[in-house]
């Protein structure tokens, strides 16, 4: 339990040459959480009734446009880290 206590405290800052840090991480999870949930509305779109079909391709673009905007967030981080 110590070991995973000291790798958390150890990642916490900016990146090292060992361990990325906390945000490049959670930018990396988040993207794809977003890609998982993505991928299936678009794959399975057709099936959906006719009256979900507009909601479903809502959450599938604004889940895509999330995916966007981390990258972004993680070339900024990359450039200014």
Known sequence: M???IRWVTSCNG???KSH??????????LT??????AWPLGWFMDDFPKAAQPSALFAHMMLGECV???????????IVG
């Open 2 to 4: 110590a070991s995973g």
């Open 14 to 16: 900016p990146n090292s």
């Open 20 to 29: 990325y840090g906390v945000l490049p991480q959670a930018f990396h999870w």
């Open 68 to 78: 966007i905007v981390l990258l972004v967030a993680r070339l900024a981080w990359r």
């Open 32 to 37: 794809l959480i977003c890609v998982i949930g």
